[in-house]
T-cell receptor, first 111, second 113 residues
Framework: DTGVSQNPRHKITKRGQNVTFRCDPISEHNRLYWYRQTLGQGPEFLTYFQNEAQLEKSRLLSDRFSAERPKGSFSTLEIQRTEQGDSAMYLC?????????FGPGTRLTVT | GEDVEQSLFLSVREGDSSVINCTYTDSSSTYLYWYKQEPGAGLQLLTYIFSNMDMKQDQRLTVLLNKKDKHLSLRIADTQTGDSAIYFCAESIFGGSQGNLIFGKGTKLSVKP
């Protein structure tokens, strides 16, 4: 499978815990994006990497969120001190030219 | 500002054509997209159109772009029950370093047998 992959697919955590998600983009794509999707809404942009450089962060990305792409390949998104409002689907996408492909997402539930 | 709007629901009978409409506000959009999302799944790229095009056809899908009115539509011919899903319109300003997508809230397509 040469598509975008994300792990884990589901994560249930207690409020206050830290969580980390991983995204493996399509191998030749140097642009990588993280989005968040809540129920009944379209995805909202969180952050963008070109290779290993994080070039853009949305105002939605609070100080509790951090993302990395250390070698310009896979990326991780960490949420510290999770809150119930963080419950959402976290989607990763990679892009080449005009085509942006999404992974299956990680569904986070904060209890 | 940037905003993408879609009607929330569409219901059609199997075999009919479906037309899903979208309006966007940013005149500098360079790519416009249609994605399909089934329950619990990620987004599947259906098709996209570059802003210097008026129409794009791909098998049962036809995309029409009216730049003057900032209106995008997706026509699905011979709609099947497997087409039932949420369809998202998105715009992208692909220039410089960004290229992130701005999505509408999605149109839920229900196909009745």
């Amino acid at each position: 499978d040469t598509g975008v992959s994300q792990n884990p697919r589901h994560k249930i955590t207690k409020r206050g815990q830290n969580v980390t998600f991983r995204c493996d983009p399509i191998s030749e794509h140097n642009r990588l994006y993280w989005y968040r999707q809540t129920l009944g809404q379209g995805p909202e942009f969180l952050t963008y990497f070109q290779n290993e450089a994080q070039l853009e962060k949305s105002r939605l990305l609070s100080d509790r969120f951090s993302a990395e792409r250390p070698k310009g390949s896979f990326s991780t998104l960490e949420i510290q001190r999770t809150e119930q409002g963080d419950s959402a689907m976290y989607l990763c996408a990679s892009r080449e030219g005009g085509e942006q492909y999404f992974g299956p997402g990680t569904r986070l539930t904060v209890t | 500002g940037e905003d993408v709007e879609q009607s929330l629901f569409l219901s059609v009978r199997e075999g009919d054509s479906s037309v899903i409409n979208c309006t966007y506000t940013d005149s500098s959009s360079t790519y416009l997209y249609w994605y399909k999302q089934e329950p619990g799944a990620g987004l599947q790229l259906l098709t996209y159109i570059f802003s210097n095009m008026d129409m794009k056809q791909d098998q049962r899908l036809t995309v029409l772009l009216n730049k003057k009115d900032k209106h995008l539509s997706l026509r699905i011919a011979d709609t099947q029950t497997g087409d039932s899903a949420i369809y998202f319109c998105a715009e992208s300003i692909f220039g410089g370093s960004q290229g992130n997508l701005i999505f509408g809230k999605g149109t839920k397509l229900s196909v009745k047998p």
